[in-house]
């Protein structure tokens, strides 16, 4: 397996084990819709958290998060629509980024709430 899909599977795991230290149920990872791909769909309380994780090894080329973009924003928006939709749920959505740097054995989360909100 490449050393970026070892990495990006890691950090998709620290983002998991972060979501349910923070009383988060995890309902699916890497939950797929069409051409989308979901990496968590975690719910707290009422709140349904559609979390995109983003790692890194750096923080060189900027911060991990700035690696989302409209049109993967886009492609979210539609699969998590037909989820709450296929599921009848009755919750608010939410849109997080997850952002890790996994950086010499050190590792620095960042949890963004309503990241969608700022592009």
């Known amino acids: 397996m490449a050393e970026h899909n070892e990495l990006g599977e890691k950090g998709e795991q620290l983002a998991v ?5 923070n009383e988060y149920k995890i309902l699916e ?8 791909e979901v990496d968590i769909i975690a719910q707290k309380k009422n709140v349904l958290a559609v979390v995109e994780v983003k790692t890194r090894s ?3 080329f900027g911060d991990p998060q700035a690696a989302v973009k409209p049109k ?18 009755e919750v608010e959505v939410r849109f997080d980024i997850i952002a890790i740097i996994y950086q010499n054995n050190k590792i620095k989360i960042e949890h963004l709430k309503d990241a969608f909100l700022h592009f």
């Open 17 to 21: 084990d972060f979501l349910i230290k």
């Open 29 to 36: 990872k890497n939950y797929r819709y069409l051409k989308a």
């Open 58 to 60: 750096t923080d060189y």
């Open 72 to 89: 993967k924003i886009k492609l979210l928006v539609s699969a998590i629509d037909y989820y709450v939709i296929d599921k009848d749920l």
